[in-house]
Every structure is written in structure tokens, then in C-alpha cells.
């Protein structure tokens, strides 16, 4: 795998940002420790992305990819606010939490047509003369 062919960082970390109104991006990186028990098979190969709204830890969603991923969408609240999130590893039957992210603001989805912010193609089309 190439991307386990770059050197690793010194430090396990986890970032959340906003993609759009309704998309998180969510990217990890492991230390070269904790990738050597993920490929060891300490963890199970699987991991667990979980998405709280801040402050309160009132969850929101669930996602489970490899961890080798690296990185991965996450849809964001429909009522918006501030979100963190949560990397979980399964280890002998137990989901362990191994990292916390950063808060980041989901904005609240759009509604109705109208209440867009954007303009439709048509709006722009010019009549031929």
C-alpha cells in the first residue's frame, strides 16, 4: 500500500471540517505505534467514526470504515451547530474510544427551493436575439 509507505506522524490525531452544509470531512492519521496494532491485528481492522454535537456528547451518527481509510464523509446534522467526533477501535469485543476531534460548525441544511441561496442556470441564460 503506498500510502503506509509515507513515514508516520509522531502523533495520533483526528480533524473535522465542514465540507458543505451537509457534508463533514474527516481525516486520521496514526503514529507508527498505534498503525503496528491496527496491522498486528491488537484492533480489528474496522473502525468506528462517531459524530456528537458539542458540549452535551448527544450523539448523532455512526460510520465504520478501515482503518487504512484515512479519511472519510460524514453527512452533517440537518439542524445544524457545533459537532466533534470520535474514532472508536474494536478490541477484544470492546469498542475502545482512541481520539477525539476538533468542534466544527455544521451549518443547518437548506429547506425549501426558495430559501437557497443560489441562483439556477436558468436564472442566467441569456434570451437569443
Given amino acids: 500500500m503506498p500510502e ?3 513515514p508516520l506522524p509522531p502523533e495520533d490525531r483526528l480533524v473535522l471540517l465542514p465540507k458543505n452544509p451537509g457534508i463533514f470531512f474527516i481525516f486520521w492519521q496514526f503514529s507508527g505505534c498505534r498503525a503496528d496494532s491496527f496491522r498486528t491485528a491488537s484492533f480489528s481492522p474496522e473502525i468506528e467514526l462517531r459524530l456528537y454535537y458539542a458540549g452535551g456528547k448527544t450523539p448523532v451518527s455512526s460510520h ?3 482503518w487504512q ?3 472519510a464523509y460524514l453527512p ?3 439542524r ?3 459537532c466533534e467526533a470520535a474514532l472508536y477501535a474494536l478490541r477484544n469485543g470492546d469498542w475502545e474510544r482512541l481520539l477525539d476531534s476538533n ?3 455544521a451549518p443547518a441544511a437548506a429547506g425549501m427551493a426558495e430559501d437557497l ?3 439556477s442556470l ?3 441564460k441569456k434570451a437569443l436575439s
Avoid: T, Y
Fill in 4 to 6: 503506509l509507505s509515507r
Fill in 64 to 66: 465504520k470504515v478501515p
Fill in 69 to 71: 481509510a484515512g479519511r
Fill in 76 to 78: 452533517a446534522p440537518e
Fill in 80 to 82: 445544524g451547530g457545533n
Fill in 103 to 105: 468542534q466544527a460548525a
Fill in 117 to 119: 441561496a443560489c441562483a
Fill in 122 to 124: 436558468e436564472f442566467h
